[in-house]
């Protein structure tokens, strides 16, 4: 019985049709690099919120934090509903004013502005505070040395802003990793639409959400491994707690 379970599981996920493996591992693909994309967006949002933030005026404070606040109290289904099809519309609604037929946005683009708006909201908090995290005498000595605003962020700030906000930064990217799954309620097939696809199917419910999780487990074990080589490299030289 055991045998007979294993090898039908087997021909599931199989690699060739009827198997639904290469599928799979094609939507697990397709998810990874909608995550690289909107981290990636998220993070260019986040640096631009930040020193905004911190050191923009008024008004621009006021609308990131209206941005910032929004984001992170709506829930993230409603505000990927809402952006995607505002997004769509809006880039066809822009063609039509000029005079262009309407178009069908790819669902890939689609997927990484809509989730780089949700993550350049958590990036903006991520690195303000990673950035106020930096002693403010240094930034005021290199200030003082006539050091320029560009190469005070490169040369002070930034090299000691990184080791603390690469925890944070490592958070965002498994939760966006996740946040690809979400996609499926717009009917892009990521992996968690044709896992879906897949266990509907064949009826083997079980085995095609047990792969699919083992997938994002995968994704999830490797990546922290790989924040954690980067979190040390950026804490080289640095005096940890408790240490000499």
């Known amino acids: 019985m055991i045998g007979g379970l294993l090898q039908s599981t087997l021909d599931y996920l199989a690699w060739s049709p009827p198997g639904w493996g290469a599928t799979l591992v094609v939507a697990l693909v397709k998810s990874i690099l909608i995550a690289l994309g909107a981290f990636g967006l998220g993070l260019g949002i986040g640096t631009l919120g930040a020193y905004g933030k911190l050191y923009g005026g008024p ?10 606040t929004i984001v992170r109290a709506v829930p993230e289904l409603i505000l990927i509903l809402i952006l995607y099809f505002a997004f769509t519309s809006s880039v066809n609604n822009l063609l039509l004013a000029w005079g262009y037929e309407r178009i069908q946005i790819s669902g890939f ?3 990484i502005v809509v989730l780089g708006v949700v993550q350049g909201a958590y990036a903006t908090e991520v690195l303000r505070g990673a950035i106020l995290s930096v002693p403010p005498g240094q930034i ?8 320029p605003p560009l190469m005070l962020a490169w040369r002070v700030t930034l090299p000691q802003m990184l080791a603390a906000a690469i925890p944070g930064l490592a958070n965002l990217w498994l939760i966006a990793t996740k946040d690809t799954a979400l996609l499926a309620v717009v009917g892009y097939a990521e992996l968690t639409l044709v896992t879906r696809q897949a266990a509907s199917t064949s009826k083997a419910y079980f085995t095609f959400f047990l792969a699919a999780g083992a997938m994002y487990l995968a994704i999830s074990v490797l990546s922290t491994l790989l924040f954690g080589r980067i979190e040390a490299w950026a804490r080289r030289g640095q005096v940890r707690p408790g240490g000499s």
């Open 59 to 68: 008004v621009a404070r006021d609308l990131l934090a209206i941005y910032t």
């Open 140 to 147: 005021e000595a290199a200030r003082a040395m006539g050091m």
């Open 109 to 111: 683009v689609a997927g």
